[in-house]
């Protein structure tokens, strides 16, 4: 069994302030974890994924998550907030033996200020 | 590649009627996934296809559901009769093969309303 949760359903930074999305995971086996971001009518669109690798994942426009074992947890971070950042950010989780489908989180919405 | 195809984009329908829903895959993607995004539950699986074959269908919803593939370029979930709690976005995803470490691909979605 597999399960994600977000904490915080809408997130509000400033432009140019640190964006953290929180991303916890429960799994049976190793995990395969991914970030995915949907914009206004639009549909889901990858920003990074870890499959057993590198803990500390890069993603597209400056995002990083880095899978912490100990604390079964897979954050969202980007340094400097962009206008253009506001989505929707889903985290996702997978097994990474056998085959199992993506289970996602309820996602956080993250606005951007001026 | 264009990308993940769906259609309609928009549906606005009146209870007890049919709908159909239909996706065009990435050339060369092996699974197809439909999913349904509410506010209340989120995305939610309800069905996949590895190889035009249904895998998994334990996430659709009742019997008023159902899915085809029947080849592999192109799906159809269709709702009959479809039910004001109905009302939500069904996005259709695909990925190479059934490996968990592929990244989905999805649609732009269909926004159904059911009134």
């Known amino acids: 069994a597999q399960s994600v949760t977000q904490l915080g359903s809408h997130v509000s930074v400033s432009e140019g302030a640190l964006v953290l999305l929180r991303c916890n995971y429960s799994s049976s086996v190793p995990p395969y974890l991914f970030w995915y971001v949907q914009y206004p009518n639009q549909g889901l669109q990858l920003l990074l994924k870890?499959?057993?690798?590198?803990?500390l994942v890069k993603g597209i426009n400056g995002f990083e998550a880095e899978f912490k074992k100990s604390e079964t947890s897979f954050h969202l971070t980007k340094p400097s907030a962009h206008m253009s950042d506001a989505a929707e950010y889903f985290c996702a989780v997978t097994q990474n033996s056998g085959y199992s489908t993506l289970t996602f989180g309820k996602g956080t919405m993250l606005l951007v200020s001026p | 590649d264009a990308g993940v195809i769906q259609s309609p984009r928009h549906e606005v329908t009146e209870m007890g009627q049919e709908v159909t829903l239909r996706c065009k895959p990435i050339?060369?993607?092996?699974?197809l996934f439909w999913y349904r995004q509410t506010m209340m539950r989120g995305l939610e699986l309800l069905i996949y296809?590895?190889?035009?074959?249904?895998?998994?269908d334990s996430g659709m919803p009742e019997d008023r559901f159902s899915a085809k593939m029947p080849n592999a370029s192109f799906s159809t979930l269709k709702i009959q009769p479809s039910e004001p709690r109905d009302s939500a976005v069904y996005f259709c995803?695909?990925?190479?093969?059934?490996?968990?470490?592929?990244?989905?691909?999805f649609g732009a979605g269909s926004r159904l309303t059911v009134l």
């Open positions: 995803a695909s990925s190479p093969n059934r490996s968990g470490a592929n990244v989905l691909t």
């Open positions: 296809f590895n190889n035009n074959v249904p895998i998994d």
């Open positions: 050339s060369g993607h092996n699974s």
């Open positions: 870890y499959t057993s690798a590198a803990t």
